[in-house]
């Protein structure tokens, strides 16, 4: 703890300096964006525009690590599966996240559902992937053993596959996150009416540097404390089956 404070101390000194030599119009002293912070929060634009962004951060990552969770265990499993759906997951891995975006947008309207849609599809080959090789991982001894006692399919899944795919779904979950909020803020910027991505656009036409990195530290703070409270506790949990190295 002593050395993560030490190392924020650093920061903000070094932030501090950058400050002093680049002038408050490129880069604002650390105090002058706190104020800004406060004065967002104080007005409540900034817990609005955080609300509306954590909204569509959390629809957009269930949605994606559902079915990606699905299709990837469907794919792990079956080879027939596998070789079909391949090709679409290369695909989406590679396209550009703002190509899927604009697309969306110009085929479904400047709507919710488009924006939702587009952050989706941007993570689900991610989920798809992780889950995949986790489901191929599956220990065969314990399928065999589970067919042996005529297990029915939700037992097998909920008792047998679900605690040794609990790490890469973990792990899917950490690089998911930290992948669909930076995507959230881009459909946020170039067609939605509220959330961080917007204000950010907004003081960028601007050129307010302190609004801008106001905003971007808050959802930074707010992700970070999602990270230790949620994402870490439950990767925890998901490995606590296995052996501990010596």
Do not use: C
């Not at 509306?52 to 959390?58: H, S």
């Amino acid at each position: 703890m002593a050395l993560r404070l030490l190392s924020l101390a650093v920061l903000i000194a070094a932030w501090q300096i950058g400050a002093h030599f680049a002038g408050p119009r490129l880069l604002p002293e650390p105090l002058a964006v706190a104020r800004a912070i406060f004065e967002e929060a104080r007005d409540g634009a900034l817990f609005l525009h955080l609300g509306a962004t954590l909204a569509r951060v959390a629809v957009s990552f269930a949605l994606a690590m559902f079915a990606g969770a699905a299709l990837g265990l469907l794919m792990g499993r079956s080879r027939a599966a596998d070789a079909i759906a391949d090709p679409w997951i290369v695909v989406l891995l590679n396209l550009p996240a703002l190509v899927i975006i604009v697309l969306a947008y110009i085929w479904a309207g400047l709507t919710e559902t488009a924006a939702i849609a587009a952050v989706t599809l941007n993570k689900l080959p991610n989920a798809v992937v992780t889950l995949r090789e986790g489901a191929r991982a599956l220990d065969r001894n314990l399928d065999e053993m589970a067919q042996v006692y005529a297990m029915p399919r939700l037992t097998w899944l909920r008792h047998v596959a679900a605690p040794q795919l609990g790490p890469y779904f973990a792990a899917a979950s950490r690089s998911g996150l930290s992948l669909v909020w930076k995507i959230v803020l881009i459909v946020e910027l170039l067609g939605r009416p509220n959330g961080v991505g917007f204000e950010i656009g907004s003081a960028f036409q601007l050129f307010d540097v302190t609004r801008i990195l106001a905003y971007a530290l808050a959802f930074v703070a707010v992700m970070l404390a999602i990270e230790m409270l949620v994402v870490q506790p439950f990767e925890r949990h998901a490995a606590r089956w296995r052996p501990k190295n010596p």
